[in-house]
């Protein structure tokens, strides 16, 4: 009996389920009108029942059509009341649904005013990733006579990037030609906050020959896109898609404005991006360029990007050519050992010593 007691006073109740944001009521309720969506499996059941049990409760079941004005949610692909982004059938062997053909019939001869709208560009996105090659080229084709107006917006440059890394590299030419109509549209494009993206996904999807006068254009401004906030990824972007002929004018280009790029944060990045995926003649090259300049290393030693580049540029270098550097940063490490990043540095200097002294050690 005093153990039943005890059982029963020391049970706590169980906690009385609480609402949640509407934000997230409103993303449940949207998945509870119709079949899951692939992404729905990041929701862990618990939220969903705690919202199920919190609207019982409350009285929730017409407070959210209520709040959102009582509006039928749409996709590009058809209603989602029908279950998914495709009105609930699924794709055939061949590639074909009716809820695809349904969507098509609301985007056609929309894709370019709905790619304008945050919602509607979320539309014709996705109705070009799930399409067909020979749908999705109809939707692409209606971009066309739209490229320069939809790498400045907020809201198309996101479908221009899905047409291209949905398609064809030969069905993206297209854009590749409006870019190229107009001239320095490249260079200031590479300086764009939306413009960059494009060009960048155009060097990653694209072949070599379409690009060639991309990288052309970029490769003649590199000075000033290296040191733009977002002209550096486009640059090191170019590293990392571009031909071996790319990288090595870009290598060259770099030396003969090595100082005041280095000097610059974003400058620096590119520094260091080049350090790393050059070939060795042209790392070490870039290396002796930079030693060679009075005071750069130091100063790259004490910068938040330019530590990185640094120590990069040890590494390229090997025999008189890393015995300087290491000299001119061993004279500053006093200061190098008070400074955020210049520690970092002077670390490495040091273990890279005893390195070399164990080495010389065993040699004996």
């Known amino acids: 009996m005093m153990q039943s007691t005890r059982r029963g006073r020391g049970t706590a109740k169980p906690p009385k389920p609480r609402a949640l944001a509407f934000p997230l ?3 449940i309720e949207r998945i509870n009108s119709n079949e899951d969506p692939p992404w729905a499996t990041y929701l862990s059941a618990g939220v969903v029942r705690a919202e199920r049990s919190a609207r019982q409760e409350e009285s929730m079941q017409d407070t959210l059509p209520r709040l959102l004005g009582s509006r039928k949610i749409e996709c590009g692909l058809g209603s989602l009341s029908g279950g998914g982004c495709c009105g609930g059938s699924r794709v055939d062997g061949m590639g074909t649904t009716n809820g695809m053909t349904s969507g098509m019939t609301n985007l056609a001869g929309r894709v370019w005013e709905l790619s304008q709208d945050s919602k509607g560009c979320r539309d014709v996105q996705l109705a070009i990733e799930q399409a067909t090659d020979e749908l999705r080229r109809l939707l692409v084709a209606e971009v066309a006579g739209h490229v320069l107006d939809a ?13 291209i890394t949905s398609s064809r590299a030969p069905d993206c030419q297209f854009i590749i030609d409006e870019i190229m109509a107009c001239s320095g549209f490249v260079e200031l494009a590479a300086r764009h906050k939306y413009g960059c993206r494009i060009i960048q996904r155009l060097l990653e999807r694209c072949s070599p020959a379409q690009v060639e006068c991309v990288a052309a254009a970029i490769l003649s401004d590199v000075s000033g896109i290296a040191r733009h906030p977002y002209g550096n990824y486009v640059l090191q972007n170019l590293l990392e898609h571009g031909t071996q002929a790319h990288r090595h004018k870009l290598a060259e280009e770099l030396r003969k404005e090595i100082v005041p790029i280095c000097q610059d944060s974003f400058g620096s990045a590119v520094v260091a991006a080049a350090l790393s995926q050059l070939c060795k003649e042209d790392a070490i090259s870039l290396a002796r ?3 060679q300049e009075q005071g750069l290393l130091t100063f790259m030693a004490h910068a938040r990007h ?11 270098l090997d025999g008189p050519d890393l015995a300087k550097a290491r000299e001119l940063l061993g004279a500053e490490l006093p200061s190098l050992k008070v400074s955020r990043y210049g520690r970092i540095v002077a670390s490495w200097l ?7 002294g164990a080495a010389a050690c065993r040699a004996a």
Do not use: T
């Open 25 to 27: 009521r409103a993303l």
């Open 289 to 291: 360029a930079i030693v």
């Open 151 to 163: 790498m400045r917006c907020p809201h198309a440059n996101h479908v221009l990037q899905k047409c």
């Open 350 to 356: 040091d273990a890279e010593g005893r390195k070399s």
């Open 306 to 316: 330019g530590h990185a580049a640094v120590r990069l540029l040890l590494q390229a």
